[in-house]
């Protein structure tokens, strides 16, 4: 049984950056597409970022070219860097493992991952 964990958030001034972490116990996270989500107050969950085992990614349009998502096989984390915060990323972020299929299509679907951490609050404010 794979669990992930998330740290790395909080409030931050726009421009500014962030570095999430998702630690995972139970099972290896190289062997799986992984991924984070983000939902904010009265929106569906949105997928920002998946990584494919063989290294593919995607990335959503809103925030391609600020957040980069990447893994370490040796701490069994994955990590989402986000750089140019602005406030229409206020949200609560999530990261996701295990799905099947192309990563461009497991990353606009949340229920496609097997798991998914708690989240983390990301608030953007002056």
């Known amino acids: 049984q794979l669990q992930l964990a998330e740290s790395g958030g909080g409030l931050v001034q726009p421009g500014g950056s962030l570095r999430l972490s998702c630690a995972a116990s139970?099972?290896?996270?190289?062997?799986?597409?992984i991924g984070w989500f983000r939902q904010a107050p009265g929106k569906a969950p949105e997928g920002v970022a998946c990584?494919?085992?063989?290294?593919?990614?995607y990335y959503a349009g809103a925030v391609q070219g600020r957040f980069t998502i990447s893994r370490d096989n040796g701490k069994n984390t994955m990590y989402l860097q986000i750089n140019s915060l602005k406030p229409e990323d206020n949200a609560v972020y999530s990261c996701?493992?295990?799905?099947?299929?192309?990563?461009?299509?497991?990353?606009?679907?949340?229920?496609?991952?097997?798991?998914w951490g708690q989240g983390t609050q990301v608030t953007v404010s002056a």
């Open positions: 996701v493992a295990a799905a099947a299929g192309a990563v461009q299509s497991i990353c606009r679907h949340r229920d496609r991952f097997s798991y």
């Open positions: 990584l494919s085992r063989d290294g593919s990614t």
């Open positions: 139970g099972s290896a996270l190289e062997y799986t597409a």
